[in-house]
């Protein structure tokens, strides 16, 4: 039986992110072609995280910069090693390469980093992106990382548009995998059994948290139009500096932790997205297609997604357009209802089966022939002899210097 090993970013944690979901999307892939699956992690265990276990996948703690973790690659002998993040791949991309040179590597880019900073960085100026914008360190190392694999896993056209066009990434080390959905068997209410709107997102996400600034400012013109709606925010790990915003005489709900978004979702009549920066997909609008429930956001928060002309909603970047079409799509029940159905024509875009057989075979067909893929990716080999080297040898520094501290210590607490 051959092994897929997921070297995890964090333990995925499908209730608070898209980024959880995504991933046990990914582990269903391989999981339904009859693979043993092992996840592997160095972070700590979150109060939220899946049980991987009831899915038959192993549970693997792990330490950065740890000569043990060489020993652990030899006795898996993965197939397939899948990085979670290109932060991860920088910390064991060598190990990997080191160990079990005829593994498959392929990185799950999530979002790009790099794209999401630059358009950080032009919002906080107030201005467009530029193509300086991306001449970053942050991404030089994503795209290094992604040159050092055999494949990654791109979540948008966008994103892949912009890495072949801007960077020039050969195709050959790209593979379109956005999110994927199965069908929510809940019922959808009805136009006049909803009631609200709502916004949903980690909060650990900078761009939620803006959003949640910007539904603040944007909210007392929307209320003095909808003057009986109320705003419900959800979202995991909220902090103090937002749930000092809860306030419910301006019917403004900054409610936290929902154990089931899909539920909270239905009983909205819209979900309000005027999210200002970002990349990738956005999964809070996805899951509320899911459950017939329209979406207002900007054209940052529908990349990704398909044609503008069959959102199911509005997309608007400019502040008084935005509170315009929620009032419209809140009060008139024949467009909400349009935006609902095409919702449903949305979802058809994104169903598991129409990409999961696809993204196996192409990850399979590059298995197949490594050794002449390899050989065409001159520039990531070049990448790998150079970070390699340094990474592994600062990780041996690193690894050696820890060893000292414990003996220290070991050695001041036999002396007290």
């Not at 995504?22 to 072609?33: A, D, F, G, P, V």
């Not at 397939?80 to 990185?107: S, T």
């Not at 300086?132 to 896993?153: G, H, K, S």
């Amino acid at each position: 039986m051959p092994l897929l090993l997921v070297l995890g970013y964090v333990w995925p944690e499908p209730k608070s992110s898209a980024a959880g979901w995504r991933m046990l999307s990914l582990l269903k892939i391989y999981q339904q072609q009859g693979w043993r699956i092992v996840f592997a992690c160095a972070a700590d265990l979150s109060p939220h995280r899946f049980d991987l276990a009831q899915w038959g996948i192993e549970e693997l703690a792990i330490a950065v910069n740890d000569s043990g973790f060489a020993d652990t690659l030899a006795q898996l002998d993965p197939a397939v090693v899948l990085f979670d993040r290109f932060m991860i791949e920088e910390q064991f991309g060598w190990k990997v390469d080191e160990v079990c040179p005829r593994a498959l590597k392929v990185l799950d880019s999530e979002d790009l980093h790099f794209w999401r900073d630059a358009r950080q960085q032009a919002y906080k100026q107030q201005r467009a992106v530029n193509p300086t914008d991306l001449q970053t360190e942050l991404a030089l190392r994503e795209i290094a990382a992604i040159y050092r694999c055999d494949v990654t896993l791109t979540i948008s056209d966008a994103e892949m548009q912009l890495l072949q066009q801007q960077f020039s990434v050969d195709p050959r080390l790209l593979c379109y995998c956005p999110l994927l959905l199965s069908p929510n068997p809940a019922p959808q209410p009805h136009f006049a059994q909803r009631v609200d709107l709502c916004f949903i997102g980690n909060f650990r996400h900078e761009p939620n948290w803006q959003t949640v600034l910007k539904l603040k400012t944007l909210w007392p013109a929307i209320r003095a139009r909808l003057p009986g709606a109320n705003l419900q925010i959800w979202g995991a790990y909220p902090p103090p500096k937002a749930t000092a915003l809860h306030n419910p005489k301006q019917g403004f709900f900054v409610n936290g932790w929902a154990d089931d978004a899909h539920v909270e979702l239905a009983k909205a009549r819209l979900l309000v997205a005027p999210i200002p920066f970002g990349a990738g997909q956005k999964g809070k609008i996805l899951d509320a297609a899911l459950v017939g429930t329209p979406t207002v956001t900007t054209h940052v928060g529908a990349e990704g997604l398909g044609a503008a002309g069959n959102f199911p909603g509005a997309i608007c970047d400019d502040d008084q357009a935005f509170i315009n079409a929620v009032v419209e799509l809140y009060q008139d029940q024949t467009r909400w209802q349009h935006a609902a159905q095409q919702a449903q024509t949305l979802l058809e875009q994104f169903r598991f089966e129409l990409h999961s057989q696809r993204v196996f075979s192409q990850l399979e067909a590059v298995r197949a022939g490594l050794t002449a893929h390899r050989s065409a990716n001159f520039i990531g080999a070049m990448l790998k002899h150079h970070h390699h080297r340094s990474t592994k040898f600062m990780g041996q520094w690193i690894e050696a210097k820890n060893r000292a501290n414990a003996l220290e210590e070991l050695q001041q607490h036999a002396t007290s």
